[in-house]
């Protein structure tokens, strides 16, 4: 997949999706069984730390500009 930024830490991955964050506070969340992004999420800072699914569908990234997504 082409996305913008740098990803910084290893993707998240649950049975479902994958999920990688950018240095540019965006997260990009991709099937795990078939090609297709499933969507984007984008915050107002960079994201240096893994992505976190919560059950198999729910997914917590927390941002330097201090909230939790």
């Given amino acids: 997949y082409?996305?913008?930024g740098r990803a910084l830490v290893r993707p998240?991955?649950?049975p479902y999706?994958?999920?990688w964050p950018?240095?540019?506070g965006r997260v990009f969340v991709a099937?795990?069984?078939h090609?297709?992004?499933?969507?984007r999420l984008d915050t107002?800072?960079?994201i240096t730390a893994p992505a976190v699914?919560?059950?198999d569908k729910r997914l917590l990234v927390a941002s330097l500009d201090g909230d939790l997504y």
Wanted: aromatic share 16%.
């Fill in 31 to 33: 099937h795990a069984n």
């Fill in 22 to 24: 950018t240095d540019l």
């Fill in 53 to 55: 699914f919560y059950g």
């Fill in 12 to 14: 998240s991955v649950s």
């Fill in 35 to 39: 090609q297709g992004l499933r969507y």
């Fill in 17 to 19: 999706s994958v999920a």
């Fill in 2 to 4: 082409q996305f913008s």
């Fill in 44 to 46: 107002n800072d960079a």
